[in-house]
């Protein structure tokens, strides 16, 4: 890829990425419960499993899902119906108020925020657009598959910092919510945006 390409590919990464979306729910989620260091392995597995999601898209796996339509609508029902269980899970998480656990609660961890992209309609979706858009064309799997990794690398170098503004921010928010009502209401709030963003992209 060109400087040109990339600084282009790079700036739609960032909006992409910092827009509301899943990812961001879980991160906001993520660190108004465990806070800015213990959300950061939450943070890298969002931004690294979008990454491979982008590689995989970019070797082909997006023209796969093209030409069988059926299989990305399938991926679509798979994934919205696990981001709503999610929802439901962050909406009724514990509160001061309720009994406390043996084992405190862990925040989503490396794996399962790598492994949320791959249901994550916006991602598929950001994927899918961004190697119509922007991957270069070329010939031979070598080089197909080193545009793939620089696309990944463009994508990884957006989504980390934008991914960081929604863990600061629920890190931040995790202060004012000391009182057992506001931590309901903003459990509840996000999981009634995780379902919405769910519901906005499946339109």
């Not at 004012?176 to 519901?199: C, E, H, K, Y």
């Amino acid at each position: 890829m060109s400087l040109d390409q990339i600084i282009a590919f790079y700036l739609f990464a960032v909006v992409a990425a910092v827009t509301p979306g899943p990812g961001n729910v879980l991160l906001t989620a993520t660190g108004a419960q465990a806070g800015l260091w213990r959300g950061l392995p939450c943070l890298l597995g969002v931004s690294s499993g979008a990454a491979a999601l982008m590689f995989a898209a970019a070797a082909s796996l997006g023209g796969l899902m093209q030409l069988h339509p059926l299989l990305l609508q399938g991926m679509r029902i798979v994934g919205a119906a696990f981001l709503l269980w999610l929802a439901w899970k962050i909406a009724t998480a514990p509160v001061a108020t309720d009994p406390a656990p043996a084992v405190p609660p862990r925040p989503v961890g490396f794996i399962g925020a790598a492994l949320l992209q791959w249901v994550n309609p916006k991602v598929w979706m950001v994927a899918a657009g961004a190697v119509a858009t922007y991957l270069p064309a070329g010939s031979g799997d070598e080089g197909l598959l080193v545009r793939a990794g620089v696309f990944a690398l463009v994508f990884l170098a957006a989504a980390l910092p934008s991914g960081f503004v929604w863990l600061a921010f629920g890190a931040a928010a995790q202060r004012l919510l000391t009182d057992p009502r506001r931590q309901r209401i903003f459990n509840v709030a996000m999981g009634v945006i995780l379902a919405g963003s769910v519901a906005l992209i499946l339109l």
